[in-house]
């Protein structure tokens, strides 16, 4: 909202200057011509300042269509909380977070910011990257009707490769994340604190009680060689 008010105050300005060209300003016997270069500047600062907010805005979009397709047609809305929007967020100490009943999704700043890099070098992901990819399959399978948090992951686990796809990551590239994502950050929230070992389960494994033999599941490829799935 404010990137937008301030693209909006540069455009009063340019219309300011185009109107004074037409009609005198008051004091002045006749219409001042355009100045040129002042009026390049403020049409050049209102772009810049609107660019920002227009592509979170498109983001969004795309993201809820995806959120939508994993949540298996249940309407996804998503949305990227500014650091101003967390101060009125019901829960803005969690990461992200869901609402079943709206299906409004919530990613907390920067979170967002944090899932396009990961699409900037999908390849050489880090952590919290991973942690991105993961955040937006979890609140998608709240959306689809999900309420514990522990089978919220493990169904977020087994569609993690399903959602890089769906994000436009090239094969490989998708089942090496994926993969990441369940033997280094989810098996680590085993031995996590209390408030974290909530979404672990022991029964989130290849057969399992928890595992939806999925026909895309990450695990797969959990046998494939490890090199192979590292080149692309």
Known sequence: MVWLLISGFFCWLAFREIKGAMVARPGYGRPEPVYKPYLLVCLIFAGLFVWRPLYYWHFERHLSLISTELAESHPA????????????????FAAGHANPETGEIVFQHPWCATLMDYLDHPE???R????????????????RGELNEARAECQAVQRNYRT???????????????????????????????????????????????DERLSDSTW??????????SSD
């Not at 090496?176 to 979404?199: C, G």
Request: proline share 4%; charged share 25%.
């Open 124 to 126: 050489r992901a880090s």
């Open 77 to 92: 809305y998503f949305h990227c909380n500014t650091a101003i929007d967390a101060m009125f967020d019901n829960d803005p």
């Open 220 to 229: 797969r490829w959990l046998e494939e060689p490890y090199d192979e799935l």
């Open 164 to 210: 890089a796809k769906l994000l436009g990551v090239s094969d490989l590239v998708a089942r090496k994340n994926a993969l990441d994502i369940y033997r280094n950050n989810y098996m680590q929230l085993s031995t996590a604190p209390e408030r974290v070992a909530v979404y672990f389960s022991g029964q989130c494994a290849p057969g399992k009680d928890l």
């Open 128 to 143: 919290q990257e991973l942690h991105s990819l993961n955040m937006l399959s979890h609140e998608s399978m709240h959306v």
